[in-house]
């Protein structure tokens, strides 16, 4: 089945203590994002890769890190994590980086993460 | 920028009554794309449908209508006959065409949590 697999679906941790949100897709696509949704904000863009070794910054990228050193993977890191990134956070993915924007995203099924 | 608003956060209606949420969006350029994203209470997020700029014939898919009028810059989305199936939180997004968006980026409206009782 073609799918965004994202892991831990939940989580809670503390301040500071690293973590990785990873995510993988199955569908060959070269375009990956990851996003995070708050209440009344709808989602929002962190960081986005158009390809392998290709990775930049979204709308709101203070306190993340990506990496995508292989088509299928793109995972998410939290270094120091702080309170305000308590979120519910999407991995999505396209067969690639559309010009004209009309990228059909498909979204993994979330990953709600709790800072104390 | 872009901006995608949904003034309604929450709506409850009662089975098979029609119900249309509202998508007002932003945009200074030309060509875009709009899109409804459907979130039910499991989580995911459920592609519904993608219009382009210059496409401004309304879509009927089954139950569901999309109605896109530039002149008013809104892209408004109805459901007939309501179900409690219906029950989710849906987004109305917005991408503009590169260069102005490097990384196809949808910009989200903040969602409209509908609530359909039986």
């Known amino acids: 089945e073609a799918q965004v697999t994202q892991n831990p679906r939940y989580l809670i941790t503390v301040t500071g203590k690293k973590l990785t949100v990873t995510c993988s897709q199955n569908?060959?696509?070269?375009?990956m994002s990851w996003y995070r949704q708050d209440p009344g904000l709808g989602l929002r863009q962190i960081y986005y890769s158009m390809n392998v070794e290709v990775t930049d910054k979204g709308d709101v990228p203070e306190g993340y890190k990506v990496s995508r050193k292989e088509k299928r993977n793109f995972p998410l890191i939290l270094e120091s994590p702080s309170p305000n990134q308590t979120s519910l956070y999407f991995c999505a993915s396209s067969p690639y980086g559309d010009v004209s924007g009309a990228n059909v995203l498909t979204f993994g099924a979330g990953s709600r993460l709790t800072v104390l | 920028a872009q901006k995608v608003t949904q003034a309604q956060t929450e709506i409850s209606v009662v089975e098979k009554e029609d119900v249309t949420l509202d998508c007002v969006y932003e945009?200074?350029?030309?060509?875009?794309?709009l899109f409804w994203y459907k979130q039910p209470p499991s989580g995911e997020l459920v592609f519904l449908i993608r219009r382009n700029s210059f496409d401004e014939q309304n879509e009927i898919s089954g139950r569901y209508s999309w109605n896109f009028q530039k002149s008013t810059s809104s892209f408004n989305f109805t459901i007939t006959a309501s179900q409690v199936v219906d029950s989710a939180v849906y987004f109305c997004?917005?991408?503009?065409?590169?260069?102005?968006?490097?990384?196809?980026?949808?910009?989200f409206g903040g969602g409209t949590r509908l609530m359909v009782k039986p």
């Open positions: 569908m060959n696509h070269e375009y």
């Open positions: 945009t200074r350029d030309t060509t875009y794309y």
């Open positions: 997004a917005l991408s503009e065409a590169h260069p102005n968006n490097a990384g196809n980026m949808l910009t």
